[in-house]
Nanobody, 123 residues
């Protein structure tokens, strides 16, 4: 069993930055692939970034070059550094964990989810 708690969301102006954190507890964090998803009102949940147990990363085209996913296994935490934020980045951001250790774009393949943190990009 894994519990995930996101933090770091908020209101930011276009062009600004935020860093999201997802703290995991309850199991061996290093054995899980971790991902960030987001869901805007009226839209489907979409993959933002994923990091495998070997720290390989993959990003949605819409965030490449602006967002960076990283993990600190000693702290049981995964991060999402978001730079050059745009209004279209506004969404609830969710952290997810997958026990297989391999990344996936299919949200149904993730075993655990956090409660989400709101990110609003607006002037």
């Amino acid at each position: 069993q894994v519990q995930l708690v996101e933090s770091g969301g908020g209101l930011v102006q276009p062009g600004g930055s935020l860093r999201l954190s997802c703290a995991a507890s309850g199991s061996i964090f290093s054995r899980y692939a971790m991902a960030w998803y987001r869901q805007a009102p009226g839209k489907q949940r979409e993959l933002v970034a994923v990091i495998t147990i070997g720290s390989s990363t993959n990003y949605a085209d819409s965030v490449k070059g602006r967002f960076t996913i990283s993990r600190d296994n000693a702290k049981n935490t995964v991060y999402l550094q978001m730079n050059s934020l745009k209004p279209e980045d506004t969404a609830v951001y969710y952290c997810a964990a997958r026990a297989s250790g391999a990344g996936s774009s299919n949200p149904q393949r993730y075993d655990y989810w956090g409660q989400g943190t709101q990110v609003t990009v607006s002037s």
